[in-house]
């Protein structure tokens, strides 16, 4: 047991969306609390939601064993709730009130000593802001988006890859036999990532992100002349967030009571119909969606979500705290959580990743 730690009691939630690897960090957060320091655990349920209401639960050894590879979060999330704008249920944007006085007191009378929060950009932003309050706050950084500043690389990310990959290699089948254009939509909100990574390991024919402009032209010319040459089957990888040519988002809902309000999706399904008008090539389109948050993490995930809880939890014991961890190079190491706040990595048009794509023939539907 570390003498110099003021730590005794850790209090740890799930916010966001959920993404495979979570549960891998709670395992590694509380494991690593109780085996190596005799801490005891709390989990907070529902993410902030169960911050402002004071739904805690103890967390034993035998609740964080056998949970490495389960997908989702044994702590349950929320997507909506915000400490600072809280808006009960059934209520909208309007009713919000700043609930984060009560946080700090539920925290305060849960004699916690620190709070994990692990989650995306609207979790850490919250986590950031708890911190100014004065709660010793660690994140954890998890998307599948992979579009989080500080860290090279999200847990969850690699599992999305593996899915969309599988989901471009079952679609090739088809796509041969029927010689149709299969337009894959992915997920990964105002970032390409997730398309590209997966389009890459997919073999697609096109992909299209937000970050490279693209042009309908540019788009058939790859599909119509993949069909002349012979190979008359093409696979387009777009993800979500790419813009209908006049600018525009393709939203699929919007959630009244969330902080950023747009669901993005639909793109996919808009480019299969413009494809089937333009060229002589049948399109079809699939919408992965949330499949590709679901099930057990990849190997990668699950280590790294093993590295990232127990670096957060050392750098507690520290007293570190407005601190994500992050993966940078090969080591996990702390990352100000006030350099995060408010910023997005997206693909850098001109990365080596694009390059290698093009290089091998892809087209990013610009030339
Ligand atoms: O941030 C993760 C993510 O899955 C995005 O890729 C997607 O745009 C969004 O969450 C979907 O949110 P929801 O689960 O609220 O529909």
Request: proline share 3%; with cysteine; charged share 20%.
């Amino acid at each position: 047991m570390s003498a110099k730690s003021a730590v005794k009691r850790i209090g740890v939630l799930t916010g966001g969306g959920d993404c495979p690897g979570l549960n891998a960090v709670i395992r590694a957060v509380v494991k690593t609390g109780m085996i190596e320091y005799g801490f005891e655990a709390y989990g907070i349920l529902d993410g902030y939601e169960g911050l402002v209401n004071n739904r805690m639960v103890k967390l034993e050894n035998e609740d964080v064993s056998g949970i490495l590879t389960l997908g989702g979060t044994i702590l349950g999330t929320s997507n909506t709730a915000h400490p600072f704008e809280y808006v009960a249920e059934g209520g909208d944007a309007e009713d919000a009130q700043d609930l984060s006085d009560r946080c700090v007191e539920n925290f305060r009378n849960a004699g916690l000593d620190v709070l994990f929060c692990i989650g995306g950009d609207g979790t850490l932003n919250i986590a950031h802001q708890l911190a100014q309050k004065g709660l010793p706050i660690i994140g954890v950084p998890k998307t599948i988006d992979n579009d989080l500043y500080g860290t090279d690389v999200t847990f969850g990310f690699d599992t999305a890859v593996q899915i969309v990959t599988e989901a471009v290699d079952r679609l090739h089948t088809t796509a041969m036999s029927h010689h149709r254009a299969m337009v894959v939509e992915t997920m990964g909100r105002y970032a390409g990532w997730l398309a590209l990574v997966g389009g890459i390991a997919g073999g697609g024919d096109v992909i299209l992100i937000p970050e490279i402009p693209y042009t309908m032209e540019s788009v058939c010319r790859v599909v119509g002349g993949r069909s002349k040459r012979g190979k008359r089957f093409s696979i387009v990888v777009i993800s979500e967030g790419v813009r209908l040519p006049h600018g525009d988002y393709v939203v699929r809902q919007r959630v009244a009571e969330s902080h950023d309000q747009i669901r993005l999706g639909g793109i996919g399904v808009w480019l299969a119909n413009e494809i089937d008008a333009l060229t002589s090539v049948e399109s079809r389109a699939v919408v992965l969606g949330h499949i590709q948050r679901g099930g057990t993490p990849t190997a990668y995930d699950r280590v790294l979500a093993t590295r990232f809880g127990r670096e957060a939890l050392v750098e507690a014991v520290e007293g570190n705290f407005d601190v994500m961890v992050g993966l940078q190079g090969t080591e996990v190491v702390p990352v100000p959580l006030a350099e995060v706040a408010g910023r997005q990595r997206l693909v850098d048009p001109d990365c080596e990743i694009v390059r290698a794509a093009r290089s091998v023939g892809t087209s990013f539907g610009d030339d």
